[in-house]
Nanobody
Framework: QLQLVESGGGLVQPGGSLTLSCAAS????????IGWFRQAPGKEREGVAC????????SYADIVKGRFTVFRDRTKGTVYVQMNNLQPEDTAVYYC???????????????????WGQGTLVNVSS
């Protein structure tokens, strides 16, 4: 059973940067489409970025375009999302999700992903 683990969250000032990691113990994520989602208190979960299993082809929600970059390290079998110019409205628990069957990836359909991590908190505050 694939278990995804996110790391890299924390407290950051507005305008700052964080890089989140998504990994799976004993597994490589190289063959999985990976999506990044977030959920702020009192709000619905929303997709922010994703990357397909083959040759990159990332996709981003409009709210993070130009600020977030999702990428793979195939030597480590890990997926990252680099988040720049963070703002208080980016405060949320961030989740990575994975699936073997997706042809590409999607940020709009959380139900397309079979596997989910427990999340890591990103708090953007001065």
């Amino acid at each position: 059973q694939l278990q995804l683990v996110e790391s890299g969250g924390g407290l950051v000032q507005p305008g700052g940067s964080l890089t989140l990691s998504c990994a799976a113990s004993g597994f490589t994520l190289n063959y999985y489409a990976i999506g990044w989602f977030r959920q702020a208190p009192g709000k619905e979960r929303e997709g922010v970025a994703c990357i397909g299993s083959s040759l990159g082809d990332p996709s981003y929600a409009d709210i993070v375009k130009g600020r977030f970059t999702v990428f793979r390290d195939r030597t480590k079998g890990t997926v990252y999302v680099q988040m720049n110019n963070l703002q208080p409205e980016d405060t949320a628990v961030y989740y990575c999700a994975g699936d073997l069957t997706l042809a590409g990836c999607t940020v709009s359909t959380a139900g397309a992903y079979a596997y989910w991590g427990q999340g890591t908190l990103v708090n953007v505050s001065s």
